[in-house]
């Protein structure tokens, strides 16, 4: 099975927001062939090492699969809330674009598949063969 490298972006949309020190990331897969893929390359282990630079005291992954999405939560990241952080983006707003960034291998099959349903409104942008261009 040929996987290719392909930025999350590509494959999902994503949106997160705050509850004191606690960040929430919602991801959604822009097509529900992507579910499956995700959910076993996107573990809260994955996570938590996408994140590793704001240290995450611990990274839970909720499933929605009629949805096609994913709901995570990393605790204390946000250097103590909004309240208490010195930073920029007390409320963790953009940090949704760090999990975004990250390139999961995906099936060549399975990106082929969504591009044949309608190659003109395909997401998938630009993956690349794992080990890089060929």
């Given at each position: 099975m040929?996987?290719?490298s392909?930025?999350?972006?590509?494959?999902?949309?994503?949106?997160?927001?705050?509850?004191?020190?606690?960040?929430?990331i919602?991801?959604?897969?822009?097509?529900p062939?992507?579910?499956?893929?995700?959910?076993?390359?996107?573990?809260?282990?994955?996570?938590?090492?996408?994140?590793?630079?704001?240290?995450p005291?611990?990274?839970?992954r909720?499933?929605?699969?009629r949805?096609?999405?994913?709901?995570?939560?990393?605790d204390?990241v946000?250097?103590?809330g909004?309240n208490?952080?010195?930073?920029?983006d007390?409320h963790?707003?953009t940090?949704?674009?760090?999990?975004l960034?990250?390139s999961?291998?995906?099936?060549?099959?399975?990106?082929?598949?969504?591009a044949?349903?309608?190659?003109a409104?395909?997401p998938i942008?630009?993956?690349?063969?794992?080990?890089?261009?060929?």
């Open positions: 040929e996987l290719l392909t930025p999350l972006h590509a494959l999902a949309h994503a949106r997160s927001g705050d509850k004191g020190n606690r960040l929430n919602a991801l959604v897969c822009r097509h062939a992507l579910f499956p893929v995700l959910a076993a390359e996107l573990t809260a282990d994955v996570v938590a090492e996408i994140f590793r630079a704001r240290a005291s611990r990274v839970v909720y499933e929605l699969p949805l096609s999405a994913f709901n995570f939560v990393l204390d946000l250097d103590g909004v208490a952080s010195l930073g920029l007390g963790g707003k940090l949704s674009f760090l999990l960034a990250a999961v291998p995906v099936p060549k099959a399975v990106l082929d598949a969504i044949g349903e309608s190659p409104a395909s942008c630009h993956p690349q063969p794992l080990g890089g261009p060929r």
